[in-house]
């Protein structure tokens, strides 16, 4: 059963850098078939896909976000991490990662973490 | 606004069946990408409820149905239970002069009467 867990501060100033990472159990990142991502979801609000990565570093972002957003992968220690630059309370959200799978859905989650953008 | 569109809320009785519609356009669904739903409990993270349109993962409750025609999909849920209750998300592709890129609806909120 594979199993992601977030990981990082849950309160960032604005203009900051907001760092993110997602540790994978149960299954091997570096296996492939997969992309791994992050999503966000605004509070009260719906989703947001970030973007997501393939194992061999492969990077595809939402355009709304693409020139803050940086995902990266460590196949050694089976994680990927999210870097979201010059964030405003706006991105203050309960961020999530997730397994994308070749059908197009994401099929196992992590429990997701919120974080707050304040000064 | 979301890219796929969703009604913001829906209702029913426990027993009685309820549709929850998602209706995109020509760059997602239209275009023949697969249509995905979640349900999202109460402070939980979402959970995969129908994949590739009509799909249920293990574990999943045949009172859960989707479909999908021309640019829109629907969640058929049937048999309402309280523990139904929650939002609802449908989920695609879009690939349009902006980039290619996944999207989803703005959900629905789920009342069991």
């Known amino acids: 059963q594979v199993q992601l867990q977030e990981s990082g501060p849950g309160l960032v100033k604005p203009s900051q850098t907001l760092s993110l990472t997602c540790t994978v159990s149960g299954g091997s990142i570096s296996s492939g078939g997969y992309y791994w991502s992050w999503i966000r979801q605004h509070p009260g609000k719906g989703l947001e896909w970030i973007g997501y990565i393939y194992y061999s570093g492969s990077t595809y972002y939402n355009p709304s976000l693409k020139s803050r957003v940086t995902i990266s992968v460590d196949t050694s220690k089976n994680q990927f991490s999210l870097k979201l630059s010059s964030v405003t309370a706006a991105d203050t959200a309960v961020y999530y990662c997730?397994?994308?799978?070749?059908?197009?859905?994401?099929?196992?989650w992590g429990q997701g973490t919120l974080v707050t953008v304040s000064s | 606004q979301s890219v796929l569109t969703q009604p913001p809320s829906v209702s029913g009785a426990p027993g009685q069946r309820v549709t929850i519609s998602c209706t995109g356009s020509s760059s997602n669904i239209g275009a023949g990408y697969d249509v995905h739903w979640y349900q999202q409990l109460p402070g939980t993270a979402p959970k995969l409820l129908i994949y590739?349109?009509?799909n249920r993962p293990s574990g999943v409750p045949d009172r859960f149905s989707g479909s999908k025609s021309g640019t829109s999909a629907s969640l058929a849920i049937t048999g309402l239970q309280a523990e139904d209750e929650a939002d609802y998300y449908c989920?695609?592709?879009?690939?349009?002069?902006?980039?290619?890129?996944?999207?989803f609806g703005g959900g629905t909120k789920l009342t069991v009467l």
């Open positions: 997730a397994r994308w799978g070749v059908a197009g859905n994401f099929d196992y």
């Open positions: 590739g349109n009509s």
């Open positions: 989920q695609s592709y879009d690939s349009s002069l902006s980039g290619s890129h996944v999207v």
